[in-house]
């Protein structure tokens, strides 16, 4: 599989729009966001049946949306969305946790 192939599979156990607006202790590098926690929780939940690399590009979208999440409520933004989501970062790190792994993609 691509790593498009993954994430076209994978991005729709996240809603397009999350509001962060119950954002706590948010600086520049961190920050906690409950409706955020509580779509990864459901996209975890979805995703429980599908491939290692499905679930593995779960956790890769959630770190790329707690990243815009933090820049975006630092900033009076109050959601975040997939259409704002750094595809870079998410393939950098995607692909980091692969070769953490060892495994490759096509």
């Known amino acids: 599989m691509?790593?498009?192939?993954i994430?076209?599979?994978t991005i729709k156990y996240y809603?397009?729009?999350?509001?962060?607006?119950?954002g706590k202790m948010v600086k520049k590098n961190s920050g906690n966001f409950k409706t955020?926690?509580?779509s990864w929780d459901k996209a975890e939940l979805k995703a429980k049946n599908d491939s290692n690399l499905v679930q593995l590009m779960v956790w890769g979208i959630f770190r790329t949306y707690h990243k815009k999440a933090i820049d975006?409520?630092?900033?009076g933004i109050m959601t975040v969305s997939v259409t704002e989501l750094d595809i870079k970062y998410l393939k950098s790190s995607f692909t980091e946790n692969l070769l953490n792994l060892n495994i490759q993609l096509n």
Do not use: A, G, H, R
Not at 72 to 75: H, K, R, V, Y
């Open 15 to 22: 809603p397009s729009e999350i509001d962060i607006s119950d």
């Open 36 to 38: 955020l926690n509580d």
């Open 7 to 9: 994430y076209c599979l």
């Open 2 to 5: 691509t790593f498009k192939e």
């Open 72 to 75: 975006n409520f630092l900033n």
